[in-house]
């Protein structure tokens, strides 16, 4: 990623700063129908008012000095990234915002990052410069504002984009928060998906599902394919094949999901899983065997102390795990008796 445009000659600096910085508050182009930024930061321009040009010269060397670094995307790559969920905008201002040394307020900094925006980006970085006003307005606001009680997740959720809208209006906050929103909605909505979608031909089943995501994230779809583990696509065609596993028997099943296994990780990763489901087998029916044994050795000696109790489990556990695994049962049936006891109280 590279620059594509020369800086603004320092001699422009005061016409950038004076005519530029008190419109970046107002709302304009893109973002009309946000609510208005009125105008500057009182104290951001109260700086500004007491600087010389030279000072302000300064300023914008500093900002460039602090902020510019090989590899940035042009305003136009920018901003289709923000509509189709490649670049996280909050993500990549907080990174300029760590770039300021400590020393610097919140606000000398977030003058600086206007600064920079509008140097860097040309055209165009002042509808950035204008989306970080945005965002800092909203975390300003943020800072003060609590949900109303009572409200499950969900509910949440859906106040703080209500929140965003308020103080953004709905293009701002779709660049700045789209992606995650639409990520965070998809979750409520997939188990409608599953729950219409119950009694369908799983082939036909998987194929919905993909329309469905489609239309869901729109023009973030194609980023959410590219990022998804292929674990999490194989772990949801599991999920929406389980009504067709049930209808099958176990040779049947697992013929399927080996195919299923070879086809998104390969035949040599399908082989290992295929190992960790055995082992996972076998100590579950190891565990079965010893609590059917547990269960039959204590009912045979009710009587039994406490020390005669644990001395006969020592010696049984023994029996059926190592020496390690022993001890990891021990630990386990020990806090769960001290759960079970205080429940009890």
Known sequence: MKNKTPLFLIGGLLFVLVVVLFYVMQPG????????????????????????DEERSRLKEEALLMFDQPGYLS???????????????VSELWKLRRRCPPELSPEECNLRIKIFLREKFQPGGEKLARLFAYYVRYE????????????????????????RRKIMGEEAASLIYGYEEARVDFRGEFQEFMDSTKG??????????????????????GTIKEREPKFNSYDVEMT????????????QKDAKVREMR???????????MEA??????????RNDAYEDAKAKLLEANPSASPAEREAMLTQLRKEYFSAEEAEAMARREKLKQEMDQLKDQ
């Open 262 to 272: 070879v086809s998104y990780f390969g035949e040599e990763a399908a082989k290992r």
């Open 240 to 251: 929406l094949r389980e009504e067709q596993f049930s209808g099958m028997d176990a040779s």
């Open 276 to 285: 960790v489901d055995r082992q996972i087998e076998e100590e579950q029916q």
């Open 75 to 89: 305003f136009e790559e920018i901003m289709a990234g923000a509509k189709n969920g490649k670049v996280k905008l």
């Open 200 to 221: 369908m031909d799983a082939d036909q089943r998987i194929q919905k599902y993909e329309e469905f995501r489609r239309e869901h994230y729109g023009d973030y779809y």
């Open 140 to 163: 300003t606001h943020m800072r003060s504002e609590k949900p109303p009680e009572g409200l499950s997740p969900e509910e949440q959720y859906k106040w703080i984009k209500g929140q």
């Open 29 to 52: 182009g893109e973002y009309a129908e946000g609510p208005d930024l009125e105008t500057i930061n009182q104290e951001e321009q109260a700086l500004l008012d007491n600087m010389s």
